[in-house]
Structures are given as structure tokens and as C-alpha cells.
DNA sequence: TCCGTACCGTACCGTTCGGTACGGTGTCAA
DNA sequence: TTGACACCGTACCGAACGGTACGGTACGGA
């Protein structure tokens, strides 16, 4: 194995460290037109001539850039959360009781914005569709790069709540956990099988299903809760 | 097109009657066969050559009675779920409260079981795959065999319960769906993303997150929540 | 015995795809 | 002007796969 040494991807160690990855401009176009064709294809839309023709570059760059045909789809992935990279804000030190309300119920909505968009929709395919292959890690970097940041602004939103009174749990990760059953149900699996699921159609949608996940929460883990 | 007429799969129409479609035992040990190739493999494992020499087979007769690849797959979920034929008994009409949480309890440990099963989670990889490509349908196949059934179990177990006074709710299907959050979360999509989900290791790991789902569902939907 | 049926195993064909090689072009620096 | 560099476009190769055809075998009924 003559291990090219080529920008740094897929390598066979890859700790925990992120370990940015940064891409170039053009690699940038690349890695969006693979993104376009993707969304619309599914897996076997992207060959190596397809996406060199699509974004009008050459195979030989491909190869140098990503490696090989899964260093690019390991490629798309990171590029995707690089952009998601959702502002994990503080949101301020104390928050009323209903504006607090309504920045969980701005998480929700955020939450199945993203996870309802075809973008998403498509990794996530991609990466389950992997999957199954011996020694694929496309799914445990869409976890790292996806879940986890969602993970850790909902548990500091979580925690920030319970120390202004809102809230009152053990368990922050059990916690964000059933907020999340609450919110998404079955939603995120039927969209990946392509169904119709009404609660995703609208933004008023949306909200009004937050609302409710958000209000069946505040009745489990609110701080009047019994128990 | 000529439309052999084939044993009948995979054709134009298919209305939402579910036309039980028997395999032959020959055919079922290929459908066997072929299962074990897609949860050791994945999809790209199930290859005509590779499913005739590992069911002992010809290719010819897979394309007689399945018509070509597309419809070997579609079989493998009609089989898949012919099997997991639930029996939707109506389990005696009127249950007192501990024995009925006990029932519910029950049925989440099913579902867990089912869903975190090689087979379910193959077949669901299988479709989700599958789902970006146009009119592929075995997403919709998947949903209408497995799905409905565990649907309408649990909305008959559910409605028993109100019924019997033990629940309140207006919807049911709204009920049925926030237990089914309550009990999953997204240990669904992380299983099949190839992650490790602790709650589904041992019979005794999910007894006890079933057992707490099903105390959370009870504060929301119990005769006794407020409101 | 003969024939039809169902099936197996193998060989074969056309296509697609991953991966490599090569010639050609633009750019920047010496 | 020269050369190094990065890149594009095309051509090419070998392998794998879907699908078809054909010869051979077991069986069951006339």
C-alpha cells in the first residue's frame, strides 16, 4: 500500500480528535455537485465519471484529492456538517419561563428542519446504506460530525434550563433523549423510506408539532412535574 | 415489454389489498438463502450469481419466479414480514391496570426486539438505500408489511386500555406514535447507522428502558394525568 | 416408453464502473 | 523563454454484474 498521503482523509487510525479537514475552494464545487447528485440519485448516481463530468473536473483530481471513490463519500459527509456547524450559543445566562419555552421549541423546529431536509435525507441514506459493509465509519462520522453537535447544544440548552428552575432531571442525556423520541418519533426513519409525513410539510406545521412535543416534555421534566 | 406474468410481484398496480402472495417452500429456502447474504452483506452482496450459488439455484429460475433483481428484493421484504405475522390477538377483553401495563410493557419489549433484529435492520438498510432511487417502492412495502401491523396491534392495545379506563387520550393514533417515540428515540436510525445502542444489548437492558418508557406514557396519557 | 415440466449448472454477452495513464492547457515564478 | 505545477478531458483496462441461452437431469403422468 503506497498511502498517497493525499489532503488527509479516511486514514485507518482517525481518533476522536476533529481534526478539521479543511478543503479547498474547488474541492468545495466538487464536493457540492456531489451533494447534487446525491439528493437527487441516491448512492449509485455517484460514480467516479459522473461526478468528474457533472463538476467538470478530471478523475485523476478526484483521485488525488479523496483517494478513492469512498474517500469522497467520506469527504461529502464532513463537508456537510462543516456547514450545518450550528452556533452553539450560550443564549444568554437566564431566561424567563416562556422564552425558554420558545428556544425549545426554536431547537425542535431547527431540529426537524434539518433532519427533514433532502440534504440530510441523503447522507443519512447514504451513510445507513453503508452501513452493513464491514468497516464502513460513514455512520460513525455522520454521528460525530451530525448527532454530536446537536447533542451538545441541546444539553447545554437542557442544563441552562435547569439551573434558571425550568427543568428539573438527573440525567441530561436521558433527558435530551426523550425530548428527542418526543419531537421526532418515527418522523426521521419514514422520511428515509421516502414517505409522506405530514408534520414536515410547513414551518406551521412543524411548530404546532413541536409545540406539542415540547408541552408533553414540560409535563415530564418540568420543574412543577410530580415525581 | 412482454410481462411474463411471473408469479405475480412487483407489477404496475398492486392496490392496497395485500394479496398474501405465497412463496413455494423451494422459493422460500432461496428467500432464506438470500436474507442471509443481505445481513452478512449488505445489498451489493445479493448479487443473481451469488443468491443462485448460495441457495443452490439457478439463475434462470430466480427470473422466473421473481422477475429480475428489483423483484427478488421486493420478495425478501414480503417474505420477511409474512413471518413476523404477529398475532394481533385482542388479549381478553379487560385487563386490570398492573397486568395491562404489563401487556404494554410487553409489547415494547417486542418491538424493541423486532426492530434491533440482523433481519429487520438489513431489510430496513435494504429499503432505505433503495429510497432515493425513483419509484423504487420498497420503502412503501416495508412500511405497509411491517409498520401497519405493529400499528395496528398497538392501537388496539392502546384503545383497549382507554376502554378499560386505564388511558385517555383523543387520538389514537397520536397516542400510539408518542409511545413509539417514547420507547425508540432514535435508537432506530443509530442501529442502523452501525452504532452500539446499550438499551438493546440484553433482554434485561431493554425491560428496564421499556419499563421506564412505559412510565412516561402512562403521566401523559394515564386515567390520572391532569389535563 | 415417451413426453412435458421444472429445475440445475455453466457459459456467454453487453454494459457499467472503479481506477490508471496520457496528452493538452493555463498559470506563475525564475 | 523556460520549466514546474495543477488541472482538465479523453481514452483505456480489468473486473463485476444483470440478464439470457443452452445442455443436462430428475420426475410424473399418459
Redesign the pocket.
Known amino acids: 500500500m503506497d498511502h498517497h498521503h493525499h489532503n488527509a482523509h479516511h486514514d485507518a487510525d482517525m481518533e476522536g480528535a476533529p481534526l478539521d479537514e479543511a478543503f479547498?475552494p474547488?474541492?468545495e464545487e466538487?464536493l457540492e455537485a456531489a451533494l447534487g447528485l446525491l439528493v437527487e440519485g441516491g448512492e449509485?448516481?455517484?460514480?467516479?465519471?459522473?461526478?468528474?463530468?457533472a463538476?467538470?473536473?478530471?478523475?485523476?483530481?478526484?483521485?488525488?484529492?479523496f483517494?478513492?471513490?469512498?474517500?469522497v463519500l467520506a469527504a461529502m459527509i464532513a463537508y456537510q456538517a462543516s456547514k450545518v456547524r450550528v452556533a452553539v450559543g450560550g443564549s444568554g445566562p437566564q431566561r424567563p419561563a416562556d422564552t425558554y419555552r420558545a428556544d425549545l421549541e426554536g431547537f425542535g423546529v431547527d431540529l426537524l428542519t434539518v433532519l427533514s431536509g433532502p440534504a440530510s435525507l441523503a447522507l443519512n441514506r447514504l451513510a445507513i446504506g453503508q452501513a452493513s459493509r464491514e468497516g464502513s465509519r460513514l455512520g460513525d462520522l455522520l454521528v460525530a460530525r451530525g448527532r454530536r453537535a446537536v447533542s451538545s447544544r441541546a444539553k447545554a440548552l437542557l442544563e441552562a434550563g435547569r439551573r434558571a428552575g425550568h427543568l428539573r432531571f438527573e440525567d441530561t442525556l436521558d433527558a435530551f433523549e426523550t425530548l428527542y423520541g418526543l419531537i421526532l418519533r418515527d418522523m426521521h426513519v419514514r422520511l428515509m423510506l421516502g414517505e409522506h409525513v405530514p408534520a414536515t410539510n410547513s414551518d406551521r406545521a412543524m411548530a404546532t408539532h413541536v409545540a406539542r412535543a415540547v408541552d408533553q416534555f414540560f409535563r415530564l421534566y418540568g420543574a412543577d412535574a410530580q415525581s
Open positions: 479547498t474547488r474541492q466538487v449509485r448516481a455517484i460514480t467516479t465519471a459522473g461526478l468528474a463530468r463538476a467538470n473536473c478530471s478523475k485523476e483530481s478526484l483521485y488525488k484529492w483517494g478513492d471513490r469512498d474517500g
